[in-house]
C-alpha cells in the first residue's frame, strides 16, 4: 500500500448516516473487527471490548439510547468498550488512556470498513446509561463510542468534505513561532 492509497482510504470513509438493510457478511464483519483488535494500545494494554450487535430486537434496544432511525435499523452495530481500570495510566499526573485507545480501535474499525465498502458513523451522543443497560455493560467498563456498520444506502463520495486546511492545523517546531 502506498501512501496515496492510505489517502485515498482516509478519503473515502465519511459519516454515514442512511444504510441498506442488507446484512453484511460475518466475514467481512470479523475482518472490521480484526481491523480494530490490531490497533496499537499504551503498554500494549488492549483495554477493550467491540460489542457487536446484529439481533434486531438489539439493535432496538440500543435505539433507546439514540434514537436515530438510521442508526439503529442498520445491519450491524459496534460498540467500542475500555475498561479504564485494565488500562495504562501516566506515572507523572495520572492521565489514563482507556478511551485514547478505545478511539484508535475505532478509528482502525471505521477505515476497514471503508476498505470493504460500507459505511460507518462515530456515535458519542448517545445516553450513557441507556446504551449500557442495552448491552449488558459489566461494572467499570464504558463505552468509547458505537457505530452502524453497513452498506451505505447512497454513494458517501458525493458529499463535500469539511477540514480545516493542513496550514490552519499544523504547528510547525512551536506553538509561538
Ligand atoms: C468522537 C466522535 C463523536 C461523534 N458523534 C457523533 C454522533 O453522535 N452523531 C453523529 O451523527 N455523528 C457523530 N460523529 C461524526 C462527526 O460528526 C463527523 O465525523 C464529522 O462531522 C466529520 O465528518 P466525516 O466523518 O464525514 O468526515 C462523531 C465523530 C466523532 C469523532
Redesign the pocket.
Known amino acids: 500500500m502506498t501512501l496515496e492509497d492510505f489517502l485515498e482510504l482516509a478519503e473515502r470513509r465519511?459519516?454515514v448516516?442512511a444504510y441498506r438493510p442488507d446484512a453484511v457478511p460475518e466475514a467481512v464483519l470479523k475482518g472490521v473487527l480484526r481491523a480494530a483488535s490490531l490497533a496499537p494500545s499504551a503498554c500494549n494494554r488492549q483495554p477493550w471490548k467491540f460489542v457487536l450487535v446484529t439481533d434486531a430486537a438489539r439493535r432496538r434496544a440500543l435505539g433507546m439510547a439514540y434514537d436515530r432511525e438510521w442508526f439503529w435499523t442498520a445491519p450491524a452495530i459496534v460498540a467500542v468498550c475500555v475498561e479504564p481500570g485494565a488500562a495504562w495510566t501516566r506515572a507523572y499526573d495520572g492521565k489514563n488512556y482507556a478511551f485514547v485507545d478505545g478511539a484508535i480501535a475505532m478509528d482502525h474499525l471505521t477505515l476497514a470498513a471503508a476498505a470493504a465498502g460500507l459505511g460507518t458513523?462515530?456515535?458519542?451522543?448517545f445516553e450513557p446509561g441507556a446504551a449500557a443497560t442495552a448491552l449488558g455493560l459489566p461494572d467499570g467498563w464504558e463505552i468509547v463510542?458505537m457505530t452502524p456498520v453497513g452498506f451505505p444506502a447512497a454513494d458517501p463520495s458525493a458529499r463535500p468534505?469539511s477540514r480545516k486546511s493542513l496550514g490552519e492545523s499544523l504547528v510547525r517546531d512551536r506553538w509561538d513561532s
Open positions: 465519511k459519516s448516516r458513523c462515530w456515535i458519542g451522543a463510542a468534505r
